[in-house]
């Protein structure tokens, strides 16, 4: 028996597929699933074989960010990527006996400002705990977090996401933020399998991590991505992380589940360690579909950890939870509470500087992307899918401001230039904003060269690929050198158009019979006979008069 049906509504309406399979088959392959994952952008999700009850997965996140902090949480050792192995460790990290934790002040600050960033209600009194676990990277055989009373609870984060993958039409949404917790990072276990042995780097044991617990308010992976891109880009605005993935500083844990609607949540898998933002969203579309597989065909889903391999696109299991981990949660004896203050409860005698003052961290928040979004919109009349590719690229919105700052065109044709030329080229050679080339000066004088009618769009792009050679020439050197000009004798046009036309009968009879369309090729035509020297308009002008009389 076939059951098939259209996925109804779900993480913003976006999946839109039917579902075919027949009653007894073999489960699709591995491949076959990676596929269905993969078109797979919202939660609406496939029937059962019933045909009746479909599927509603649940997806919450677990986030470990790195704090943006010179030495560690409770250490003064350096903190610093991809320093020489165990040239970064104290006594303390090590867990020498005799050794005590002393707080880093810079670490509790980012926290208090991350939490107030994500509408957090921050606690004036939390609590420092050990977890317990064996691993050769961590020397303590315990982990201080904050497992009972943790620094800020009950926030929220908005973010946006295209419907069908069209800029144009976004929808907002929210997740629930449950907790903020200060704690320590482990050492990195590295494997060398050819000599059957793990050698151990303790430099990153120690690191101050924050972890940003959501509730499970999410339903596929394009929301996940979503919702971690937005968290990254505040992190990166505040300050309080680098948030730089590739390097660790952001890692990625995915709780998932499915369950028909009306009934309790089904059995959740961790699927551990992601650490890209597009990796993020393949491994959750592939384990949704993955239980929904499973329970189709008659399947159970085990309570087990999961890990994603890019290079397949699918998750594997790493344990399972059946026996659950007893970490054997215990006060954190050698730290007292952290107090932390507001403007009425600081005392009048306090020393400020040895104090941290919530109102104080509020009120230098800066804007964060969501104000600057709107900002950007409102100041520039720039369209509100323009303004979160400015912000997603770092340092563009910066470059794009200083070439606005110098160009006499306005920023709606600027903002064209930057997303569709400039950053098409960034994309093709793999740099950032930073490493371009072309500085927002050389953009700004182009594109007066062009506002003024010196040279044509056509022109502009070829002296465009000049200057991205980085050969330290003005955009006006070059226009001079190739001879791109526009052709200011309007009689020279007018004899390029008319040969133009008088080469091209079939075109002529097809406009004069109403099909203006093709008048579009005798632009092209006439911009390739001048070598991109002539200006479309104008051209379009000439032609239309010409063939009008």
């Known amino acids: 028996m076939a059951a098939a049906a259209t996925a109804a509504r779900g993480c913003g309406g976006v999946w839109r597929r039917a579902w075919q399979r027949g009653a007894g088959g073999p489960s699709p392959s591995p491949r076959g699933q990676r596929a269905a994952a993969s078109s797979a952008r919202g939660g609406a999700v496939p029937v059962g074989k019933s045909g009746l009850a479909p599927w509603v997965p649940v997806v919450g996140l677990e986030i470990h960010a790195q704090i943006s902090s010179n030495s560690k949480l409770f250490s003064g050792s350096q903190v610093q990527f991809a320093a020489p192995p165990n040239s970064l460790v104290s006594f303390f990290d090590a867990s020498l006996p005799g050794t005590l934790p002393v707080l880093n002040r810079r670490c509790v600050e980012a926290a208090v400002m991350t939490g107030l960033a994500l509408n957090c209600s921050i606690n004036k009194k939390s609590l420092f705990d050990r977890k317990h676990y064996f691993y050769a990277d961590l020397p303590a055989g315990y982990q201080i977090t904050q497992q009972r009373v943790p620094i800020a609870v009950n926030g929220s984060l908005s973010y946006s996401l295209c419907i069908d993958n069209k800029m144009s039409q976004m929808v907002t949404k929210t997740v629930r933020i449950k907790q903020i917790q200060l ?36 339903c596929c992976g394009e929301e996940a991505a979503a919702a971690v891109r937005e968290l990254q880009l505040i992190l990166q605005t505040l300050g309080s992380s680098q948030a730089v993935m590739a390097e660790g500083q952001l890692r990625v844990d995915a709780n998932v589940s499915v369950h028909h609607p009306g009934e309790p949540y089904g059995v959740r898998t961790e699927v551990k360690n992601i650490n890209s933002i597009r990796f993020l969203a393949k491994a959750v579309d592939y384990e949704i579909q993955r239980q929904i597989e499973e329970l189709e065909n008659g399947g159970t889903i085990l309570n087990e950890t999961r890990a994603f391999d890019s290079k397949l696109g699918c998750t594997v299991p790493m344990r399972d939870k059946e026996g659950k981990q007893d970490y ?84 709606k044709k600027v903002i064209g230039w930057i997303l569709n030329v400039l950053l098409s080229y960034l994309k093709q050679h793999s740099l950032t904003v ?4 072309i500085s927002s000066l050389m953009m700004a004088d182009l594109l007066n060269l062009l506002e003024k009618k010196e040279i044509s769009s056509t022109a502009a792009k070829q002296v465009l690929a000049e200057l991205w050679k980085g050969e330290e020439k003005t955009p006006l050197e070059i226009v001079k ?69």
């Open 183 to 218: 704690e320590q990072d482990s050492g990195k276990s590295l494997h060398d399998d050819t000599r059957s042995q793990t050698l151990v780097d303790l430099n990153r044991a120690g690191v101050g991590l924050m972890e940003v617990v959501m509730e499970p308010d999410m």
């Open 328 to 411: 054997r949660f215990m006060p954190e004896p050698n730290l007292p509470p952290l107090i932390l203050y507001d403007a009425k409860s600081l005392p009048a005698n306090m020393n400020h500087q040895q104090v941290v003052n919530i109102d104080w961290i509020h009120e230098r928040l800066p804007d964060l992307p969501s104000v600057k979004r709107a900002k950007l919109v409102e100041q520039y009349g720039i369209l509100p899918e323009h303004s979160f590719a400015l912000l997603n690229e770092d340092g563009l919105t910066e470059f794009f401001e200083n070439v606005v700052k110098q160009t006499q065109m306005k920023p």
């Open 434 to 437: 930073k490493e371009s080339p």
């Open 481 to 549: 050198e190739k001879k791109l000009e526009l052709i200011q004798d309007q009689k020279e046009l007018e004899q390029i158009c008319q040969a133009v036309i008088d080469g091209q009968e079939n075109e002529v009879m097809a406009i004069k019979a109403g099909n203006l369309k093709v008048l579009n090729k005798l632009i092209g035509l006439v911009q390739r006979e001048t070598q991109g020297r002539s200006s479309p308009v104008l051209v379009k002008q000439l032609l239309e008069k010409k063939l009008s009389e």
